[in-house]
C-alpha cells in the first residue's frame, strides 16, 4: 500500500501554462484525505516550492534544491535537511562560469543572487514568481550555497556540453540537467534520492510504501527512491529507462492517471 507520494513539479503536475488541471488538484486532495502523504520533491529553491506547496494546500515537509533542502512545511522555518556545496567548489563553479560568459544563479540562505540583471534571470524569475538579488558574488558569504543554476534559454546543446564537462573536471560533485537549459550543481548529498531516504526514515516507511514520479534527468534519483516509480509520457528517454511504468504527458494528466492505477485504485 502506497503511503507517500513523491512528485516532482515542472513537467509533472504542473505544465506550461503554469496552473494545476483540476484534475491533478482533485487527485491530490483525495489522497490527503485518504491519508496518503504527498510530498513535492523540486530543484525549485524553497521560497518557490512553498508556493505551490500552498496552492496545493500541503502540509507536509517541501524538499527544494534538487533534496539540498527539508522544511518541516510550506508554512515552517524548521529544517529536517540541509547539505551546502563546499565554499571551494562553489567559488570553482563561480569561475568558470564568468569565464565562459555563462549566466548563473547563486542560492545562499534561500535567496537567488545573480551578478548581472538580464532577460535570463528575468524570465526565470517571473516564471517562478521570485525576487532576486543583483550583487558580484564575490560579496556573499559562500558557506551556506545550496545550489548553482548555470541557464541558456535558447541553446539545450551548449547545456549538455556544460554537463559533459563539469562532470569531468568536477567528478566530486552532482551535476544534472534538469530541463534541456538548465545545468545544476549541488553536493552528492543533495539529490531527490537522498531526500526521500530522509522521509522514510522520519515516517518510518517501507521502500514499497513509496511512490515517485518525475519527468526530467534530475529525477533519476527520485525513481530510483520509490518502491513504485513513474516516468511521465513526456519524460527523457533516459528517465523513462528507470521507471516501473510510463503514465500519460502532464497535459493530458499524466499524474492522475498514474495514481489511479497504484495509489487510488480499489483493492
Given at each position: 500500500?502506497?503511503?507517500?507520494?513523491?512528485?516532482?513539479?515542472?513537467?509533472?503536475?504542473?505544465g506550461?501554462?503554469?496552473?494545476?488541471?483540476?484534475?491533478?488538484?482533485?487527485?491530490?486532495?483525495t489522497?490527503?484525505?485518504?491519508?496518503?502523504?504527498?510530498?513535492?520533491?523540486?530543484?525549485?529553491?524553497f521560497a518557490?516550492a512553498?508556493?505551490i506547496a500552498?496552492?496545493?494546500?500541503?502540509?507536509t515537509?517541501?524538499?527544494?534544491?534538487?533534496?539540498?533542502?527539508?522544511?518541516?512545511?510550506?508554512?515552517?522555518?524548521?529544517?529536517?535537511?540541509?547539505?551546502?556545496i563546499?565554499?571551494?567548489?562553489?567559488?570553482n563553479?563561480i569561475?568558470?562560469?564568468?569565464?565562459?560568459r555563462?549566466h548563473?544563479?547563486?542560492?545562499?540562505?534561500?535567496v537567488?543572487?545573480?551578478e548581472?540583471?538580464?532577460?535570463?534571470?528575468?524570465?526565470?524569475?517571473s516564471?517562478?514568481?521570485?525576487?532576486?538579488?543583483v550583487?558580484?558574488f564575490?560579496?556573499?558569504?559562500?558557506s551556506?550555497?545550496?545550489?548553482?543554476?548555470?541557464?541558456?534559454?535558447?541553446?539545450?546543446?551548449?547545456?549538455?556540453?556544460w554537463?559533459?564537462?563539469?562532470?569531468?573536471?568536477?567528478?566530486?560533485?552532482?551535476?544534472?540537467?534538469?530541463?534541456?537549459y538548465?545545468?545544476e550543481?549541488?553536493?552528492?548529498?543533495?539529490?531527490?534520492a537522498?531526500?526521500?531516504?530522509?522521509?522514510?526514515?522520519?515516517?518510518?516507511?517501507?521502500?514499497?510504501?513509496?511512490?515517485?514520479i518525475?519527468?526530467?534527468?534530475?529525477?533519476?534519483?527520485?525513481?530510483?527512491?520509490?518502491?513504485?516509480?513513474?516516468a511521465?509520457?513526456?519524460?527523457?528517454?533516459e528517465?523513462?529507462?528507470?521507471?516501473d511504468?510510463?503514465?500519460?504527458t502532464?497535459?493530458?494528466?499524466?499524474?492522475?492517471?498514474?495514481?489511479?492505477?497504484?495509489?487510488l485504485?480499489s483493492?
Amino acid at each position: 500500500m502506497i503511503k507517500l507520494v513523491a512528485t516532482d513539479i515542472d513537467g509533472t503536475i504542473l505544465g506550461d501554462s503554469g496552473e494545476f488541471t483540476p484534475g491533478v488538484r482533485n487527485c491530490i486532495k483525495t489522497m490527503q484525505e485518504k491519508g496518503i502523504k504527498v510530498v513535492i520533491v523540486t530543484g525549485r529553491m524553497f521560497a518557490a516550492a512553498k508556493q505551490i506547496a500552498q496552492r496545493l494546500n500541503l502540509t507536509t515537509p517541501v524538499v527544494a534544491y534538487q533534496g539540498g533542502m527539508i522544511k518541516k512545511s510550506a508554512s515552517s522555518d524548521e529544517v529536517l535537511y540541509d547539505a551546502c556545496i563546499p565554499p571551494e567548489d562553489v567559488k570553482n563553479i563561480i569561475e568558470w562560469a564568468r569565464e565562459n560568459r555563462i549566466h548563473l544563479n547563486l542560492y545562499s540562505n534561500d535567496v537567488l543572487y545573480v551578478e548581472e540583471d538580464n532577460p535570463t534571470i528575468q524570465q526565470y524569475a517571473s516564471r517562478q514568481n521570485l525576487s532576486y538579488k543583483v550583487t558580484s558574488f564575490d560579496n556573499i558569504e559562500l558557506s551556506n550555497v545550496n545550489k548553482l543554476l548555470a541557464i541558456d534559454y535558447t541553446n539545450a546543446d551548449r547545456v549538455t556540453n556544460w554537463i559533459n564537462e563539469c562532470r569531468k573536471s568536477m567528478p566530486h560533485l552532482y551535476i544534472v540537467k534538469s530541463t534541456p537549459y538548465f545545468c545544476e550543481f549541488s553536493t552528492p548529498e543533495a539529490t531527490k534520492a537522498c531526500a526521500i531516504n530522509v522521509l522514510k526514515e522520519y515516517w518510518n516507511l517501507k521502500d514499497d510504501e513509496v511512490l515517485t514520479i518525475g519527468d526530467q534527468d534530475n529525477d533519476i534519483e527520485l525513481l530510483k527512491a520509490g518502491g513504485i516509480s513513474v516516468a511521465m509520457g513526456n519524460a527523457t528517454d533516459e528517465l523513462k529507462k528507470y521507471a516501473d511504468y510510463i503514465t500519460d504527458t502532464v497535459d493530458n494528466d499524466g499524474f492522475v492517471k498514474a495514481m489511479e492505477k497504484f495509489v487510488l485504485c480499489s483493492k
